[in-house]
């Protein structure tokens, strides 16, 4: 789901329960709000895990904060859209990110140590997460803002198909 409210990346618990994905625990619990100010009923959250996400070939590691989602999977930021900025088909629920071709001729071995980098700055990421308690550059509290979300507007539009 595409939440333009939300301040980060989250995932269902119940979806990760069930495919038994290694959880992290975050030093410091966060508060989850709602778009109304109360407190989310699923309580703070306090775990979070490290997936690949792959959106046709784009592939990215990312931490996705564990909460109760209702019938979403996955709730992506608007933030984090921005960054990739994904092209949207909107009427057939679909969404691609395009991979930046690279051109230059890279020498033996530079892929390795490419890699290499990456898990790198990963560990200093995730090295700095821990320290700190949180993830990526969020306040102490978080936000899960939709008042509507686009799949059960989806389900909506076919349940009044199936009356006609």
Do not use: C
């Not at 895990?49 to 959106?55: A, D, G, K, M, P």
């Not at 306040?139 to 909506?156: C, P």
């Amino acid at each position: 789901m595409i939440d333009s409210g939300a301040t980060g990346l989250f995932i269902s618990r119940s979806w990760v329960m069930e495919h038994k994905v290694w959880r992290h625990l975050l030093k410091k619990e966060i508060p989850l709000y709602n778009i109304d100010r109360t407190k989310n009923r699923a309580g703070s959250i306090s775990e979070f895990v490290q997936l690949e996400l792959t959106i046709g070939d784009y592939v990215e590691v990312v931490e996705l904060l564990v909460t109760d989602l209702g019938p979403e999977e996955v709730i992506l930021s608007l933030l984090r859209l921005r960054k990739v900025n994904p092209d949207i088909d909107w009427r057939a629920g679909l969404m691609n990110i395009k991979v930046e071709e690279e051109e230059e001729v890279k020498e033996d071995g530079a892929e390795v140590e490419e890699w290499y980098q990456k898990i790198m700055e990963n560990r200093k990421q995730r090295r700095k997460w821990w320290k700190e308690g949180i993830l990526e550059d969020m306040t102490d509290e978080l936000w899960v803002a939709a008042g509507v979300t686009y799949s059960a507007e989806l389900a909506y539009e076919e349940s009044k198909k199936k009356e006609k």
